[in-house]
């Protein structure tokens, strides 16, 4: 069975600054999906950012990226310029690609950004 | 946009209830899923649905069963409910399985307390 594992609970960074959540998963398999979403505070959960695993190259929205380590089954998540608006649960998620699957998610980070 | 709604945002119930929470999506989306969510355990599957009339349970069936009789709309209904179901209940949707159209939308969330 596929896991997804988040070891930092919480983390805190200062506005402006960087922050990178970690997230680490374990699966057999070669082709799949990698996903970060984030539910703010009482808002609904939205997705971040998104990786294909036969994708070498990292994955780029605006300030956030990722470093997607493949061998390492590693897939850490890059907040640059931190802004208050990023406080929230950053989620990491994994799906592989084929027939009738469902999303793995890993058991949360909450980020608070400190003005 | 796609938009989930689902409910209620707020549910306080007594033990033993029939409880029914209801999601439905805009978008045309083949599948459907309900989760709960809590500190700590990130989102569990409860279950999903691919087509209508279609479930499969997920990772913590027990307790609860579900309803798609239309393509938009996925009941969760908790049959006689318990305290230990206390929980915050997410419901999603997603265009296809597999690929790069699995990204799942969220609704905002029912907070259910069973006194």
């Known amino acids: 069975a596929q896991t997804v594992t988040q070891s930092q609970p919480e983390m805190s960074v200062q506005e402006a600054e960087t922050v990178t959540l970690s997230c680490t998963y374990d699966t057999s398999e070669s082709d799949y999906y990698l996903f970060w979403y984030k539910q703010p505070p009482s808002r609904q959960m939205i997705l971040v950012i998104r990786?294909?695993?036969?994708?070498?190259q990292n994955a780029t929205e605006n300030r956030f990226s990722v470093n997607f380590q493949k061998a390492a089954k590693s897939f850490s998540l890059k907040i640059s310029d931190s802004q208050l608006g990023d406080a929230a649960m950053y989620f990491c998620?994994?799906?592989?690609?084929?027939?009738?699957?469902?999303?793995?998610f890993g058991t949360g980070t909450r980020l608070t950004i400190i003005p | 946009d796609v938009k989930v709604t689902q409910s209620s945002r707020y549910l306080v119930k007594r033990t033993g209830e029939k409880v029914f929470l209801e999601c439905v999506q805009d978008m045309d989306h083949e599948n459907m899923f309900w989760y709960r969510q809590d500190p700590g355990l990130g989102l569990r599957l409860i279950y999903f649905s691919y087509d209508v009339k279609m479930k499969e349970k997920g990772d913590i069936p027990e307790g609860y069963s579900v309803s798609r009789e239309k393509k938009e709309r996925f009941s969760l209904i908790l049959e006689s409910a318990s305290t230990n179901q206390t929980s915050m209940y997410l419901c999603?949707?997603?265009?296809?399985?597999?690929?790069?159209?699995?990204?799942?939308?969220f609704g905002p969330g029912t907070r259910l307390t069973v006194l």
């Open positions: 990786q294909e695993a036969y994708k070498q």
């Open positions: 999603a949707s997603s265009l296809v399985t597999g690929g790069w159209y699995n990204e799942q939308f």
């Open positions: 998620a994994y799906i592989p690609n084929f027939g009738n699957e469902k999303l793995t």
